[in-house]
């Protein structure tokens, strides 16, 4: 049959969670700027299966549902043609997805305060999936190395000899980096977790999108010790673009914990899934194994493609290889521009791309490139990253490249002019002079965090005056704000800095969080309402603010000689000083 990998579907009216997102960040995008961010393609559903669907919405009613025996047959035979694995009927536990089901696995096998151990960069619900139920995420971290990325095993053994961290979220083919991990490889990650009783939870959701050329090996086939001791997550979503499904298959071959995981089930959410999703998945195993041979080719030939003409046009721009899924890893850190320039410049040439920071700090400079789209499209992407670029070295031939200084401790404080509510063009330096001093960081003035930890400060004051300091405090706000909030009077024993253009954040890479999550750093369950708000609609209700919301802070400690001797870049909305630290960082 011929497939249609060509033509492309708008998909701004369907309530599309990608296509959203794009139309947030730009309402007027144009007709061919398709986003390619979220791991879903633009691809429609293969034909097979949705004349299959429309058969199955003609001639079966719609109650409570099973998955019958030829949807197992379909979900067994699939594994084993693919990926030669002989799974057992009674060892599926099906899900309304993968996410839901590394969380209810994370609750299942661990307590509050256990360790999950992951491997960064990474799908960034795996650190929620640690962080959100009150675990501590251990980052077992990639290591990058030529052009490529290994596990670190010796890390690894350390981490799994604590008995606190008692399970890892694996990805393979992982997801950003798109590495299939050798056979070698998961043997020696193997052999680490069964000898120290970790427990695999092994996200495969993409182990169908392999590109030719490469061997994918499914982890429960490297022995039988190691079927046992994993939870195998299989999906149709990536692989047959039915995400809105939300169907998956979890292999638990271990009934103990296939029977703690049914009881997380009953207890989280419905024991069965939507009717039509069974016959969904059925219909892709079953029919639809053309479609993907052919989806294969185009991805394929969509990741030389991109490689091609980065090597020609932007040769700066280092491509991970693309051996299994459609999301192509791309290093930027070669344009000597910061992650939020990079940001910021793919976003003006319209490029909805997934920021490398979000799956790790590690991720920085990188970005991944949803794959999964007609050329055409793709093609004109390109064309709009290299117009960026040009741009943006046009902008430095003019005026010069922006200076961006990441502070160290022993560095002459370079100077700057700024404003107060009640001053305008002072000079850092001419200030501070024979002064030791604090240049704080914050948000905004009207933030309620902010607003606590000014006021804590402003009771501590006397600590910092007996040391014969002084503090400063930077704001996104604007002078006139402040200004009218105070009443037209300084309440503060301290200035405030005003910097609503984000100059000075800008100039000493005093960074927002790479997610909204990231924010609260460990205590994520200190923002859970924030996040609820977030989902349920509330953040557009909210009042806009003085600034970026994700702002983290930083503080800065300047001797009297004007040289640093303390950096504090923060890691968390809550990693703020109190007086007497900032005083001890003078001394
Ligand atoms: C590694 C990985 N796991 C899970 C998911 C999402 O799974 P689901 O939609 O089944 O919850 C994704 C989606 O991008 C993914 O990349």
Redesign the pocket.
Known sequence: MNYDFTSIIDRSKCGSTKWAGMLKMNPNVGPDVLPMS??DMEFMTAPEIREGLKTYIDTVIQGYTNPTDAYFDAVLGWQKRRHGYEGKKDWIVTT???????FTLVNILTEPGDGVIIQQP??Y??SLAAKMTGRKLVNNALIEKDGTYEMDFADLEEKAKDPKNKVIIF?NPH?PVGKCWSREELEKLVDICIRNDVFIID?E??NDLIMPGYTHVALPTISAEASKHCAY?T?P??TFNL?GM?L?NIFIEDAAIRGKMMIGKLMGMSLSQVAISYEACRLAYDKAEPWLDALIDVVDGNAKYVKRFLQENIPEAKVYPLEG?Y?LWVDFRGLGMTHKELEKMNLKADLYLDEGGMFGRAGRGFERFNLAMPRSALEKAMERLLKGWNEVKADWAANGKPEHITLEAGMEMPDFTYDTPFAKGLSFKAETVGKPTVLLFHRYYSCGLCSMALHQLAGEYETVTAAGAQVKVVMQSTPESIFESMGGQNTLPFDIICDPDRVLYERFNVFTADTMFDLPGDNIQAILPMIGSMFSGGEQNSAPTEGAQDQLPSWFAIGADGKLCHVHYGESLFDVPSAKEMVDALK
């Not at 309304?96 to 590394?102: L, R, T």
């Open positions: 979220t791991a309304s997805g993968v996410v839901q089901a590394f990474v799908y619900p795996f990805c997801n996200d959701i993409h997550l999906a979503s990536k995400a939300q998956s899924t999301l």
